[in-house]
């Protein structure tokens, strides 16, 4: 039976015309040949509210109330009187559903307004002059979130940001032109802000020292990210320019990861932050972080993120001891260093054996609030599992316990050490929601563990064993799975991959008639 056709989504062009399919996301992602993800609808438990059906409603069909001279001004004019965050909800189901359509005329004209604004590289419509138009929204704007715009100028993003006095939140995550110009004007205009995501910019650290000077006591959340001029040396600059009294007194979220920063200047960052909630230190060169590992100084972290590191085993059994509000942990890849595609592809390099995973469950097993735990790429895990069943345990002890787990990129897990998601009784079911065991020696005899994940909404199986017969299993048992990633799965056809929901609902009637 060959796939349903779907029918075209005509979303606004701003006046010039209708798009293709090509523009639709449903289209961009039917392309076989990327990947081969299956889904389904799942009827909600909870209905939506009235108004989240409206906002969709609108977005779908305003491709026909814009090319209509009688609806339009009707439309426009209710668009113009929205409260604005009714308003910040419809820009933002616009921009799921029509990104590429959405013309910088169109979007300032709408909806440069409110408190919060979001704009991002999948819109080609916002220029680099619809950037410096935000200025137009004065004091009135609270949150700017800007994603990915790497073409604009350092001295748009700057003179923008001078315009807006009171900005809590701040996000330019992927600007990659953003650096001096646009750090004055944040620490001479924008004092209240307690949000700041320079992630993948040209931030230098002593640019973000006056920043810090000024919004210390407000700062809650500071990603720095994937910087290349954050190094060891051009930290020291900023460093130097604290008080040894300084501290970050409110900063709960710190992300570094992808930075060149050693032991010795990390620690001095996270000395600055007390009441440090959640750390991304993944890709760093971190090897021994000492107020990590010392009880009388770690903090009491929820998130933790640690991939591809070069930690000691022995370290990082010492940094997870006694972390009871740990809720994630990513400890993917470890001895990677800062994932070079060398290090990466060189199984060698990696350091997490089945003696630190026996160790690290003992410890996991003691955090109550755990829910997501990533061990991806992590390839000499399962090496001795014959002898001492390290993945099975640990999936019995922590992994069914949590919501989210990913042991993709691990050869020697088998599927029997999947049997640790059977319940010990009925009283304890298994909480996963996410699976992924992409790039794993898993074949169908895990259908019968892997069924047993009522709750399973996303399983992930690229590159496995698994054939059409071991996933029908899997489907017959969980009601609320919708997304099922079957890419290079060659146990089912190719034909099939994409579509691969509808080939179990045929299977079943089949079966009912027969």
């Known amino acids: 039976m060959p796939p349903r056709k779907k029918k075209k989504t005509k979303t606004i062009s701003s006046g010039i015309g209708e798009p293709s399919e090509d523009d639709l996301p449903s289209a961009r992602n039917n392309n076989p040949f990327i990947f081969a993800s299956s889904t389904r609808p799942v009827i909600a438990s909870v209905l939506p509210p009235l108004s989240s059906l409206c906002v969709r409603v609108f977005a779908e069909n305003i491709q026909k109330l814009y090319g209509n001279s009688t609806t339009w001004p009707i439309a426009a004019h209710y668009l113009k009187i929205l409260p604005d965050p009714l308003l910040a909800r419809v820009f933002a189901m616009l921009r799921m559903v029509c990104p590429t359509l ?15 604004m979001i704009l991002d590289n999948s819109m080609p419509g916002v220029e680099e002059s619809t950037i410096q138009k935000l200025k137009q929204m004065g004091s009135e704007l609270k949150e700017l979130e800007l994603t990915g715009f790497e073409k604009f100028s350092d001295t748009a993003f700057a003179s923008a940001i001078a315009e807006l006095p009171s900005l809590r939140k701040l996000i330019l995550r992927g600007c990659s032109q953003v650096g001096a110009k646009t750090l004055a004007a944040m620490e001479k205009h924008c004092g209240q802000l307690s949000v700041i995501n320079l992630n993948n910019t040209a931030a230098t650290p002593v640019a973000l020292l006056p920043i810090l000077l000024g919004c210390g006591p407000k700062l809650e959340v500071l990603k720095v990210a994937g910087i290349s001029n954050w190094t060891d040396a051009t930290f020291s600059r900023l460093s130097a320019g604290l008080d ?3 501290k970050l007194p409110l900063l709960h979220t710190l992300k570094l990861r992808g930075l060149s920063l050693s032991d010795a200047s990390i620690n001095i960052l996270l000395a600055l932050c007390p009441n440090l909630r959640r750390l991304d230190a993944s890709f760093t060169p971190i090897k021994h972080p000492p107020i990590l590992s ?13 991939t591809s590191t070069q930690l000691t085993m022995s370290d990082l059994v010492s940094i997870l001891s006694g972390l009871s509000d740990l809720r994630t942990l990513s400890v993917g890849a470890l001895g990677g260093g800062q994932a070079t595609s060398a290090a990466m592809g060189n199984s060698s390099a990696m350091t997490m054996t089945d003696e630190t995973l026996r160790a690290m469950t003992g410890v996991l097993a003691e955090c109550p609030h755990l829910d997501n735990v990533n061990l ?40 029997k050490d999947l049997a640790g998601l059977m319940p010990a009784d009925e009283g ?31 399983l992930s199986v690229q590159k496995t064993k698994f054939t059409s017969e071991g996933l029908f299993t899997i489907i017959d048992a969980c009601p609320q799975l919708a997304n099922l990633d079957l890419t290079s799965c060659r146990g089912v056809s190719l034909a099939d991959r ?13 079966d009912n008639e027969a």
């Open 102 to 116: 959405l013309s910088a005329e169109f979007v300032t004209t709408y909806f440069f307004r409110g408190s919060v």
């Open 294 to 306: 010392d009880p009388s100084t770690k903090p009491k972290l929820q998130k933790l993120s640690l």
């Open 428 to 458: 304890n079911p298994c909480r996963l929601k996410d699976l992924n065991l992409n790039n794993t020696n898993v074949d169908d005899t895990a259908a019968v563990f892997i069924s047993t994940c009522s709750q399973l909404e996303t």
């Open 498 to 510: 994409r579509r691969f929901f509808e080939v179990w609902h045929e299977a079943q009637q089949d």
């Open 244 to 246: 040894d009294n300084f």
């Open 376 to 415: 991806a790429g992590n390839v000499k895990l399962g090496v001795t599992g014959r002898y001492d069943r390290a993945l099975e345990t640990f999936i019995l002890r922590v992994g069914r316990k949590c919501k989210i787990l990913k042991l993709a990129g691990i050869p020697s897990l088998q599927s």
